[in-house]
């Protein structure tokens, strides 16, 4: 069950999330509104995000890490550097995974080093933005659209890890005709929280 472990965190050091403006400019810039209007983990949740936090200087052997991929199924994992002189086509690759796609199955990414943010599309089809940070692992739903980018510092190191063979395949909006895109709709609409924060 994926969600029966999730620790639910706030305070200092916790993930953040928050909606984007809806400007136009850097990707690799924060984008918050003004005022900044934050996104908590339990409407993240309701969208079929999960996230952990975890001990990233431990995570070559790492109880926690291990028990999740266990729970999981997640069998298959490697690591990977985006940064201008370690990745090929790393201009390439970064303006690719900063098109709003799906994929037909979960995105599983454990930030060992450096920062990132993955943005997903809400309910309302507004962006929101996640700031990742060493020791952040975050499940993406089969479905959901979101989209990658580096932050200002130009630098992750990322555990990739999957179920099973992995299939990277990106599908860029628009991506509605698949089963799983309609799945994923469904599974949201049912979860009728009530969101605070939206
Ligand atoms: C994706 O599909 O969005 C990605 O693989 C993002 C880059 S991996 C840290
Ligand atoms: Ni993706």
Known sequence: ???ATVILRSGPGAMEAWYMDGSDGDQREPHRRDPDQPVSLETLQALG???WKLNADIYEKDPELERI???QGYSYMDIITIRKDTLPNYEEKLKMFFEEHLHLDDEIRYILDGEAYFDVRDKEERWIRIAMTKGDLITLPAGIYHRFTLTQTNFTKAMRLFVGEPVWKAYNR???HFDIRQK?????QSCGAVQMDG
Not at 184 to 188: D, E, Q, R
Request: charged share 30%; net charge positive.
């Open 184 to 188: 994923y709709l469904l599974s949201v």
């Open 174 to 176: 628009p991506a509605d």
């Open 69 to 71: 991929r266990k729970d």
């Open 49 to 51: 995000v999960f996230h």
């Open 1 to 3: 069950m994926r969600g």
